[in-house]
């Protein structure tokens, strides 16, 4: 079974632009969520979706944005992207919300903006 | 509030040896806990993870953990460490309280060096 995809890895973009990153959850799960890592914050949650629902939202500004789609695919996209957006974003899938779910990554997208 | 702390930074033992590192959680309530490794460059890989019954966890790559209750603690652990076992290892609490949120909440991660 495939894991969690992301595309692309790697990306540069400059100030003021938009982002976006798109996530292929595991075959069969329905939640996906967003998490940014960076060296000085370490691992922040960004956002969940299930059933092309937001349900859960992190402490980031209204730049940062998602959407689920009815395949379970997600995207997010950062607009206005400033110096200190420069991170890893990982997505991860789980069959399920909540409880003892394990939650998968996949292999993240290195967005650095110059 | 929910809370994760690993105490170290950085970790090194030599090969062969046992290894513990360290994590302590608060939650409101009653935890699920977590451990994730990462590899230069690479997304997170899951290790094992904490619900209920047993408090002593076994996962991956031999890799084990103690949940205690007293202590708010859930060490990782491994009998004996590989060169390979070398990477940044991060603790994960989601409060069971909260059902239906399903984010973590990260510690800062330890980074293991296994010294041949």
């Known amino acids: 079974k495939a894991g969690v995809t992301q595309t692309p890895r790697y990306l540069i973009k400059t100030r003021g632009q938009q982002v976006t990153l798109s996530c292929s959850p595991i075959?069969?799960?329905?939640?996906v969520s967003w998490y940014q890592q960076t060296p000085g914050q370490g691992l922040q949650f960004l956002f969940e979706?299930?059933?092309?629902?937001?349900?859960n939202k992190g402490n980031f500004p209204g730049r940062f944005s998602g959407r689920q789609f009815s395949n379970s695919r997600s995207e997010m996209n950062v607009s206005t992207l400033e110096l200190g957006d420069s991170a890893l974003y990982l997505c991860?899938?789980?069959?399920?919300?909540?409880?003892?779910?394990?939650?998968?990554f996949g292999e993240g997208s290195w967005l650095t903006v110059v | 509030a929910q809370s994760v702390a690993q105490p170290e930074d950085q970790v090194n033992v030599a090969e062969g040896n046992p290894l513990t590192v360290k994590c302590t959680y608060s939650?409101?309530?009653?935890?699920?806990l977590f451990w994730y490794v990462q590899y230069p460059n690479r997304g997170l890989q899951f290790l094992l993870k904490?619900?209920?019954?047993?408090?002593l966890v076994k996962g991956s790559y031999g890799f084990e953990a103690e949940f205690n209750k007293s202590q708010t603690s859930f060490h990782l652990k491994k009998p004996s460490a590989l060169v390979s076992d070398s990477a940044l290892y991060f603790c994960?609490?989601?409060?069971?309280?909260?059902?239906?949120?399903?984010?973590?909440?990260f510690g800062t991660g330890t980074r293991l060096t296994v010294i041949p």
């Open positions: 991860a899938s789980s069959s399920g919300q909540g409880g003892g779910n394990t939650i998968y």
């Open positions: 075959s069969g799960h329905r939640s």
């Open positions: 979706y299930f059933s092309e629902t937001q349900r």
């Open positions: 939650v409101s309530g009653n935890p699920y």
């Open positions: 904490y619900i209920t019954g047993d408090n």
């Open positions: 994960a609490v989601r409060d069971r309280v909260a059902s239906g949120a399903n984010n973590l909440f």
